[in-house]
Structures are given as structure tokens and as C-alpha cells.
């Protein structure tokens, strides 16, 4: 992988990314002067509930896993007029299963010609006749499936994180300005800027609802990863590819592939991202990989402001997925509850009411379903949306995470924005994988990779 580009300066670099900011799809939430005085008031943006109808929307899925397979889903369920017409993954089962899957639930035939296996599949599905580029591919290969597809000027669904390396990011960040520029739509999978309840939520903060924001914490703890067992047959690259959960290589840690989730839930209703990182984490019952299974990270803003986060994938402990963020006047989950600074609720997302009569515990629209309608309502509208820069953000601020836990030395931003970090085998093929080593870094010494 070659290298990104000069990385922009910090001043840039944050403006794209607020300018962007928390809207989802449809464009920035209006700022309008509010009747009852002079003060401007964030509007959040109102989403619409399916994509409306227009010329057939085409698209190529590269990932047939799990995540890849839901959005084929959420993508034949946006609105009319939308197929999915070709798949790409580095294994013929996984297109098996995935076209299996589209037979049964959606009755949708994907055609043996439309089907590509291999390093290479991605350029043939993003060669076929298609509009839109579904990436949900192991992370690892985001950057470079990204930057084809923009090249071949379609729109494309980026799932997170951005990469798992610095170089791999910026990367992502130079793909995305050239999407900008041919007016392509980019949405990323950073689904809680789509969740009708966290938007509902950032309009109160941003409005003043907890005053000024003072710190934040975020978990995501877990269960472990199942045990993995290689079958004798396979050689070394694709063990690592079918076991990709336990490898830094492929998707960057839990810090950056599922922690990635609330560090940009929090980096959204702050406002920028961090300048400096602390942390620490160990390999405790991981079994195979060289993937850390505890992490926790301080993050530093600009003005000093500190946000905790954690993350543990293990089993037998407390579960516990969640963001808190304190102000000045009281504190919020993100999600859907404030509360004063004596622990009083003082408001509560209205949820719709369900077919038995009582409020849902969820939104009406499952946010995986509402990315893919904004992302489709955009190309409909001939409104562009690129949250690239979003995704590359957070993406960046969970390596810093890593690269801290994994180090335990403190990790700044320009150092990371400028590093030359990039983690991978040189080359794609099947056999051994000499880069790459089943050793889990200790904090003190040299990271394994």
C-alpha cells in the first residue's frame, strides 16, 4: 500500500470534519434564530423514513461476511428500485453463504458471472456495471478498495474504521477529497450519527442542555472471541483472513474496529479530537492473534479536557457497553437521557409506540437500515454527503489507543497524523505470512508488528 499524503494541517483537518459534523445523509442540521430570543439554535436534521423512488441504483457488494451481508439487506430495503447485482470476497464460501442468504430472505439471484473470488475480486465488482461500492471487507483492505471505487467515480458505503493504520487512514482522507470533488456520496458506518435517538440527544447538548461539556467515558466490555481452530489445509494467510477478529493486521483491535463506535459518538458531541493519548492493555486469555483483550486509554482535548475509555473482551466478566459525558449543568448517555447534577432525569428521547400499545426501547428505524436510506436519498436528491473525514477521526483516534495501550507511551496527534506506521504484509498472496507475528505486544517493549 503506497503511502498517503501530506497530511493537512490540524486547522483543516478539524474544519472539514465539524463542517460535516453529526447530520447523517441529508445535510447539516439547520441553524436557525430561534422566535423566543436572539440566540442561534442547532436544528437536528430530520431523516426520512425510505429512500424515494428514482432510475435504477445498482450495487456491488466487496465483503461477504456478516457485516457485508446486512448491508447487501439494508440496502435492497432502502427504497424502491435498488438491487444489489455483484459480490466480491477473498473466499468462496462467504459468497456462497451471502448469495444464499439474499435467495432465502429477499429472493434475489446474484448470477455466477457477477461473483468474484480473490485479492482482486474488489476491482472486478467495482468494474461491473454497478453505482454504488458496499466496502465491508476486513479492514485492512478499506483504503485501497476506497480509493478504487472513488476512482471509478461511484458512491460508495464505507464501513468502520477507516484503516488500521496511520498511512492507511490519510489514505482514506486523500480518497475522500476526491470524492468530494466529483460530487460522489460517502456514507460511513459509524451508524449513530444515523440513530434518530443520539442526533435527537447531540441537539439538546449542542443547545445547552448540560452546559458546558467537561469529560467524558465510554466502554465496550465484552465477552472473548470464540476459540479458533485451523484446519490443516490452510496456510498461514488464510488462517489470519479467516480468523481476522484476533488479528491487529486485519482490523486494527478492539480499540479501532468496536471501541471505534463510541470514540466517534463522543469526538461528535465534543467537537474535535484528542491531542494526546495515555494507556495501557495485555493479551490475558486471547488465544490466538496478537490482539490485545483490555485496553483502556485517556484521551486529552486541547483544553485539557479528558476523556476515559475502556474496552475488555473476555469472558466471565461484566458486560457493559456505554457513554456518559459531564457538563456543567449535568450529564447524558448520548443515547436518549439527561440528567441534572444530583442525578435528577430531567428529559427522555420519546420513543414510538409499539403494535402492543407501549413505548419501543429502540428507534423506528434500525440505524443500519437509516445510513443506507441517507446514503441512497443523497444520490437520489443530488445532495452529495461525505463523512469521510468523520470516520478518518475517530479511525485516528482509536489508533492512537492502540498504539498507546500496546506501547505505554503516550501517543500525540501530530504523531500520529504524520506517521509512517503501516501494518500488513507487503504483498497478498496465499502461503506464509513472514511479516506477520503471533506475538502480542507488552507495553514497555517494541510492538509486535
Same mark, same amino acid.
Not at 465539524?18 to 441553524?31: D, K
Not at 445547552?208 to 496456510?235: D, E, H, K, V
Given at each position: 500500500?503506497?503511502?498517503?499524503?501530506?497530511?493537512?494541517?490540524?486547522?483543516?483537518?478539524?474544519?472539514?470534519?465539524?463542517?460535516?459534523?453529526?447530520?447523517?445523509?441529508?445535510?447539516?442540521?439547520?441553524?436557525? #434564530?430561534?422566535?423566543?430570543?436572539?440566540?442561534?439554535?442547532?436544528?437536528?436534521?430530520?431523516?426520512?423514513?425510505?429512500?424515494? *423512488?428514482?432510475? %435504477?441504483?445498482?450495487?456491488?457488494?466487496?465483503?461477504?461476511?456478516?457485516?457485508? #451481508?446486512?448491508?447487501?439487506?439494508?440496502?435492497? *430495503?432502502?427504497?424502491?428500485?435498488?438491487?444489489?447485482?455483484?459480490?466480491?470476497?477473498?473466499?468462496?464460501?462467504?459468497?456462497?453463504?451471502?448469495?444464499?442468504?439474499?435467495?432465502?430472505?429477499?429472493?434475489?439471484? &446474484?448470477?455466477?458471472?457477477?461473483?468474484?473470488?480473490?485479492f482482486d475480486a474488489y476491482k472486478k465488482v467495482i468494474d461491473s456495471d454497478v453505482d454504488i461500492i458496499l466496502?465491508?471487507?476486513?479492514?485492512?483492505?478499506?483504503?485501497? /478498495?476506497?480509493?478504487?471505487?472513488?476512482?471509478?467515480?461511484?458512491?460508495?458505503?464505507?464501513?468502520?474504521?477507516?484503516? &488500521?493504520?496511520?498511512?492507511?487512514?490519510?489514505?482514506?482522507?486523500?480518497?475522500?477529497?476526491?470524492?468530494?470533488?466529483?460530487?460522489?456520496?460517502?456514507?460511513?458506518?459509524?451508524?449513530?450519527?444515523?440513530?434518530?435517538?443520539?442526533?435527537?440527544?447531540?441537539?439538546?447538548?449542542?443547545?445547552?442542555?448540560?452546559?458546558?461539556?467537561?469529560?467524558?467515558?465510554?466502554?465496550?466490555?465484552?465477552?472473548?472471541?470464540?476459540?479458533?481452530?485451523?484446519?490443516?489445509?490452510?496456510?498461514?494467510?488464510?488462517?489470519?483472513?479467516? $480468523?481476522?477478529?484476533?488479528?491487529?493486521?486485519?482490523?486494527?483491535?478492539?480499540?479501532?474496529? %468496536?471501541?471505534? /463506535?463510541?470514540?466517534?459518538?463522543? %469526538?461528535?458531541?465534543?467537537?474535535?479530537?484528542?491531542v494526546r493519548a495515555s494507556g495501557m492493555g495485555a493479551q490475558l486469555r486471547r488465544s490466538s492473534g496478537d490482539? /490485545?483483550?483490555?485496553?483502556?486509554?485517556?484521551?486529552?482535548?486541547?483544553?485539557?479536557?479528558?476523556?476515559?475509555?475502556? #474496552?475488555?473482551?473476555?469472558?466471565?466478566?461484566?458486560?457493559?457497553?456505554?457513554?456518559?459525558?459531564?457538563?456543567?449543568?449535568?450529564?447524558?448517555?448520548?443515547?436518549?437521557?439527561?440528567? *441534572?447534577?444530583?442525578? $435528577?432525569?430531567?428529559?427522555?428521547?420519546?420513543?414510538?409506540?409499539?403494535?402492543?400499545?407501549?413505548?419501543?426501547?429502540?428507534?423506528?428505524?434500525?440505524?443500519?437500515?437509516?445510513?443506507?436510506? $441517507? %446514503?441512497?436519498?443523497?444520490?437520489?436528491?443530488? $445532495?452529495? !454527503?461525505?463523512?469521510?473525514?468523520?470516520?478518518?477521526?475517530?479511525?485516528?483516534?482509536?489508533?492512537?489507543?492502540? &498504539? #498507546?495501550?500496546?506501547?505505554?507511551?503516550? !501517543?500525540?496527534?501530530?504523531?500520529?497524523?504524520?506517521?509512517?506506521?503501516?501494518?500488513?504484509?507487503?504483498?497478498?498472496?496465499?502461503?506464509?505470512?513472514?511479516?506477520?507475528?503471533?506475538?502480542?505486544?507488552?507495553?514497555?517493549?517494541?510492538?509486535?508488528?
Open positions: 500500500m503506497q503511502s498517503g499524503p501530506k497530511s493537512p494541517g490540524r486547522r483543516e483537518f478539524i474544519g472539514k470534519a465539524a463542517a460535516i459534523g453529526a447530520v447523517g445523509a441529508i445535510g447539516a442540521g439547520r441553524i436557525l #434564530t430561534s422566535c423566543r430570543s436572539s440566540t442561534q439554535k442547532y436544528v437536528p436534521p430530520v431523516f426520512p423514513e425510505r429512500a424515494p *423512488d428514482g432510475p %435504477l441504483l445498482k450495487a456491488g457488494l466487496i465483503g461477504c461476511g456478516g457485516r457485508g #451481508t446486512g448491508a447487501a439487506f439494508n440496502f435492497i *430495503d432502502a427504497g424502491p428500485n435498488l438491487q444489489v447485482t455483484a459480490l466480491a470476497d477473498v473466499f468462496q464460501d462467504r459468497i456462497d453463504r451471502c448469495r444464499a442468504s439474499l435467495k432465502e430472505r429477499r429472493n434475489v439471484d &446474484i448470477p455466477d458471472k457477477n461473483c468474484f473470488v480473490g466496502e465491508a471487507s476486513a479492514s485492512h483492505f478499506r483504503p485501497l /478498495h476506497f480509493e478504487a471505487a472513488v476512482q471509478a467515480r461511484k458512491h460508495v458505503f464505507l464501513e468502520k474504521p477507516a484503516g &488500521i493504520d496511520p498511512v492507511g487512514v490519510r489514505s482514506v482522507m486523500a480518497s475522500g477529497r476526491m470524492a468530494e470533488a466529483a460530487g460522489l456520496s460517502v456514507v460511513a458506518g459509524t451508524q449513530r450519527r444515523h440513530q434518530l435517538d443520539y442526533v435527537t440527544t447531540f441537539g439538546m447538548i449542542k443547545n445547552g442542555a448540560i452546559g458546558n461539556l467537561i469529560s467524558a467515558n465510554s466502554y465496550y466490555n465484552i465477552g472473548g472471541t470464540p476459540p479458533f481452530i485451523r484446519q490443516p489445509q490452510w496456510c498461514d494467510m488464510e488462517a489470519m483472513l479467516r $480468523n481476522r477478529s484476533n488479528w491487529t493486521w486485519l482490523t486494527g483491535d478492539s480499540v479501532v474496529n %468496536l471501541l471505534v /463506535h463510541n470514540i466517534d459518538a463522543v %469526538l461528535w458531541f465534543f467537537e474535535k479530537h484528542p490482539m /490485545h483483550d483490555i485496553c483502556s486509554v485517556d484521551f486529552i482535548f486541547n483544553d485539557h479536557k479528558t476523556y476515559q475509555t475502556m #474496552t475488555r473482551q473476555i469472558d466471565g466478566c461484566t458486560n457493559y457497553r456505554d457513554d456518559i459525558i459531564y457538563g456543567t449543568k449535568g450529564y447524558t448517555n448520548c443515547r436518549n437521557t439527561i440528567w *441534572d447534577n444530583d442525578g $435528577n432525569i430531567i428529559w427522555q428521547y420519546e420513543y414510538p409506540m409499539g403494535e402492543d400499545g407501549r413505548p419501543m426501547d429502540r428507534v423506528a428505524i434500525s440505524p443500519y437500515d437509516q445510513e443506507i436510506i $441517507n %446514503l441512497v436519498t443523497a444520490i437520489r436528491t443530488n $445532495n452529495p !454527503v461525505n463523512e469521510t473525514h468523520n470516520l478518518a477521526v475517530s479511525s485516528m483516534a482509536g489508533i492512537m489507543g492502540r &498504539i #498507546t495501550s500496546y506501547t505505554g507511551r503516550d !501517543v500525540t496527534w501530530e504523531e500520529i497524523m504524520n506517521s509512517s506506521l503501516s501494518i500488513g504484509p507487503r504483498e497478498y498472496k496465499w502461503g506464509p505470512v513472514p511479516e506477520i507475528h503471533p506475538v502480542a505486544a507488552v507495553p514497555g517493549t517494541p510492538p509486535s508488528t
